[in-house]
Nanobody, 127 residues
């Protein structure tokens, strides 16, 4: 059974930074692309950032490009999301997810391409 456990959320002032972590277990982490999504009440879950299984390719939503950085450490089965210059509109529950396809070429950006999800971690940015 694949498990994804996020941590690192919290309350931060606008302009501040947070780093989210997601530890995976249950299958060969290094063979699957990973992604971060976020969701606010009443809205659909949206793609934030994704990273290929080898870590060589990344992709970001336009709203976070230049502010967020996704990375992974395959030796630690962990994917990270470094969030800088946070804005109040970044407030959401953030979820990490594992790609459903082993060794996909490129980065999965559609929610339907992910099959396992973490429980989510709340990020609140105050103005």
């Amino acid at each position: 059974q694949v498990q994804l456990v996020e941590s690192g959320g919290g309350l931060v002032q606008a302009g501040g930074s947070l780093r989210l972590s997601c530890v995976a277990s249950g299958r060969t982490f290094s063979s699957y692309a990973m992604g971060w999504f976020r969701q606010t009440p009443g809205k659909e879950r949206e793609f934030v950032a994704g990273i290929s299984w080898g870590g060589g390719r990344t992709y970001y939503a336009d709203s976070v490009k230049g502010r967020f950085t996704i990375s992974r450490d395959n030796a630690k089965n962990t994917v990270y999301l470094q969030m800088n210059s946070l804005k109040p509109e970044d407030t959401a529950v953030f979820y990490c997810a594992s790609d459903s396809k082993r060794r996909r070429v490129g980065v999965a950006i559609q929610i339907e391409e992910y099959d396992y999800w973490g429980q989510g971690t709340q990020v609140t940015v105050s103005s």
